[in-house]
């Protein structure tokens, strides 16, 4: 099974404020996946990325897929408490077998 | 209305009980999973079923039992369980097993064990 690590583990940011959360494997994925959870939650997905070098945004999220597709970002700008939750990311082995999650990114956004 | 419901959304049980969680996806999906977040790991896959077969069991103790009697229910079916196994059960749907698929999660089961 391969391996995701999550960077930084916890983030706490004023509002307004840009950041960069990371997601990196030594393995290659198929495909790629953000989720936020929030607490009590259930992941909910953001994108999914699929070819190597691609960028998708919504709306103040920026996501982009490692040209290797080993890794992947998420760039948030002018973060709003909103924004606040668990952000993981999720790489597709074994096609559509199974899904590899990484540990988390635990953001705080402060009004 | 989300696509994948699960109940009961909390539930504690002592070591001896036998209780079952319940999912249903809304979504037309044929393959549906279930997971187990904790504290200290990230989300590990348990079972897959795909077209009401299992596909995936990934070394899961026997104490935990999968059931899916058609495409849109899956139950978890837990016995003699243990304190460690006190988690968040997520249960999530996907239209397939093919390349390029997207998960959906239902909000979870909160599960207590004690």
């Known amino acids: 099974t391969q391996l995701l690590e999550q960077s930084p583990q916890f983030l706490s940011i004023q509002e307004g404020e840009n950041l960069t959360v990371y997601c990196n494997s030594s393995?290659?994925?198929?495909?790629l996946q953000w989720y936020r959870q929030e607490p009590g939650e259930g992941p909910v997905l953001l994108v999914t990325?699929?070819?190597?070098?691609e960028v998708k945004k919504l709306k103040r999220l920026t996501f982009q897929f490692g040209d290797a597709r080993k890794d992947s970002s998420l760039h948030i700008t002018a973060a709003q408490p909103g924004d606040t939750g668990l952000y993981l990311c999720?790489?597709?082995?074994?096609?559509?077998?199974?899904?590899?999650f990484g540990p988390g990114t635990r953001l705080s956004v402060l009004p | 209305e989300t696509g994948v419901t699960q109940t009961p959304r909390h539930l504690v049980m002592g070591m001896t009980n036998k209780k079952s969680l319940k999912c249903e996806q809304h979504l037309g999906h044929n393959a549906m999973y279930w997971y187990k977040q904790s504290a200290k790991k990230p989300l590990e896959l348990m079972f897959v079923?795909?077209?009401?077969?299992?596909?995936e069991n990934n070394s899961v103790p026997s104490r935990f039992s999968p059931e899916c009697p058609n495409s849109s229910h899956l139950f978890l079916h837990l016995h003699t369980l243990q304190p460690e196994d006190s988690a968040l059960y997520l249960c999530?749907?996907?239209?397939?097993?093919?390349?390029?698929?997207?998960?959906?999660f239902g909000e979870g089961s909160w599960l207590t064990v004690v």
């Open positions: 079923y795909s077209l009401e077969e299992r596909v």
């Open positions: 999720a790489g597709e082995e074994d096609y559509g077998q199974n899904f590899v």
């Open positions: 990325v699929v070819t190597g070098g």
């Open positions: 999530a749907s996907s239209q397939g097993l093919t390349s390029g698929n997207t998960i959906y």
């Open positions: 393995s290659v994925f198929s495909s």
